[in-house]
């Protein structure tokens, strides 16, 4: 079981967006489509699906928050695994560029043969990247933060904290910018990646002046197994009060966690069980437990 999952908020996408993303990423599947009815953006979909193996949910709940760049998911084609990896990154791109913006052309760049950066048609950012071999094995999918604006600067700061809070996890790469042409600050990160459970991320700083920063549009599931670790999370990463709601919670760097008990679908299995779970802040499980055996 994947224990952090992306999560994706669209206004009324989500399904049609994860059947796209379906059929453009290879070995992709849906693995579930349900309901929540009564919620205060009405009835909204959720449907779970895999791309390349890794696992993403999403969620049609309104117009309250849009996607962005702040958080993009790193694809990694590798060439000695796959040896048509360069031709993969051409098909895929071409599927995620009609409708969207380019944020970095397909090309050559001094850190890879073949990499480019687009947001797709439903807000949705990519990086798609032909992976040196010769370096350590990274995974397919990789979430990648941008950290922008108030927060730029705080790239390194935000994985140790990670690194500190996860129990099971992994520093690995780490670049700063160092004197460069971009006129970046040398002590900023330019690349950092840090494994979190099974789930490798990647960490970036950036001053140019982007006209976004993290929201609730992307967040993060983390699956716990009980009551004492939904407790142990949410001390850790709760920062902001006002952002408490239904298990969601925002850290100090603005990136938001949803932290639920891992058996959510089947403890909100009943419309009582759902309308219970929307008014808590943090999730309560003996109370979801009584309400579902009622």
């Known amino acids: 079981m994947q224990k952090i999952i992306p999560h994706l908020w669209f206004d009324k996408e989500a399904v049609e ?10 070995n992709s599947k849906i693995n579930f489509k349900t309901q929540i009815k009564d919620t ?22 309104g117009p309250l928050f849009k996607l962005n760049p702040s958080i993009s998911f790193m694809v990694n084609f590798d060439p000695s695994q796959n040896p048509g990896a360069e031709k993969q990154i051409d098909e895929v791109w071409k599927q995620l560029e009609p409708g969207g913006k380019v944020l970095m052309p397909l090309g050559e760049y001094p850190f890879s043969k073949h990499y480019g950066w687009v947001e797709d048609k439903f ?11 010769e370096g350590e094995k990274r995974p397919t999918i990789m ?7 108030d927060v730029c ?7 140790d904290f990670y690194l500190s809070v996860f129990k099971n996890s992994k520093k690995g790469a780490l670049v700063p ?32 002046d982007h006209q976004f920063q993290f929201n609730e549009a992307v ?33 100090q760097f603005g ?28 999730i309560n499980i003996e109370e979801l437990k009584q309400l579902k055996n009622k």
Request: hydrophobic share 40%.
């Open 123 to 133: 807000g949705v950012s990519w990086q798609l990247i032909l992976t040196n071999p």
């Open 40 to 61: 205060p953006s009405g009835d909204c979909d959720i449907v779970g699906f895999s791309l390349m193996g890794f696992e993403f949910q999403a969620i049609s709940a």
């Open 17 to 26: 967006a994860a059947e796209f993303y379906s059929n453009v990423f290879p």
């Open 219 to 251: 967040s993060f599931i983390i699956q716990c197994k009980d009551q004492d670790e939904i407790d142990y999370f949410w001390d850790k990463l709760s920062a902001i009060p006002e952002a408490e709601q239904c298990g969601w919670v925002k850290d």
């Open 153 to 159: 600067g705080k790239a390194k700061e935000a994985t």
């Open 143 to 149: 979430p990648s933060f941008l950290f922008v604006g």
């Open 255 to 282: 990136v938001s966690w949803q932290i639920i008990p891992e058996n959510m679908a089947k403890l909100t299995s009943t419309p009582e069980a759902v309308q219970a779970m929307l008014k808590m802040k943090k």
């Open 177 to 208: 910018y160092g004197e460069n042409p971009q006129n970046e600050n040398p002590e900023h990160i330019m690349f950092t990646d840090f494994k979190l459970e099974d789930t490798w991320m990647v960490a970036m700083d950036s001053s140019m």
